[in-house]
């Protein structure tokens, strides 16, 4: 009795040893999760969230517990294009990507990039599904939404002043001639 005691007893603290382990590696991973600048979110096939991001969480206007467990739609309000994306990376089992421009307060505009990319259940569980469809096994979506509105802005800046540019050549041609 005393030796299975003192086995119980051993096992007991490697459980804690390893909890601790794992308690860190968790802590670490949301760090790193809430820590990312661009929005993110995982959806199930439910069509619901499991996890959200603090970046992602803000933009929708609430706390993100609030909105683990809810509908997709809420974790991106007013996003036409994502839950198309979302069907189509369940759909095909691929990763997809688009671009929506949401109208802000009067003339204003905020451009968005998402891409989605699906999670397998069977590699998660370091299970090989023998000749299953790539389709079946996506169980989970990680959806990225970047905000691309000034790089948008730039670039169309930039467009303008090329043309304004080759305008001036142009004209200073003209003038020579």
Known sequence: QVSTAIQNARFFAEVLSGRQVV???RN???????????GIYIVDRENRVLAVNR????????DFSAL?????????????????????????????????????DGAAWTEWEIRTYPVSGAQDAGVEAAGADAR?????????????????????????SEKLASVGRLAAGLAHE
């Not at 970046?55 to 609430?62: K, N």
């Not at 809420?74 to 688009?98: M, N, V």
């Not at 509105?149 to 800046?157: G, H, L, S």
């Open 136 to 160: 079946e096994q996506v169980d989970r979506v990680v959806v990225v939404v970047r905000d691309v509105t000034t790089q948008r802005m730039m670039e169309t800046a930039l467009a303008r």
């Open 68 to 104: 683990v467990g809810a509908a997709a739609e809420r974790a991106f309000p007013g996003g036409e294009r994502a839950p198309a994306l979302i069907a189509e990376t369940f759909r095909t089992g691929l990763p997809a990507a688009g671009v929506e421009r949401q109208e802000n």
């Open 28 to 38: 670490t991973l949301l760090a790193l999760f809430d820590g990312i600048l661009d």
């Open 55 to 62: 970046t992602q969480a803000a933009r929708a206007g609430g």
């Open 23 to 25: 308690l860190q590696s």
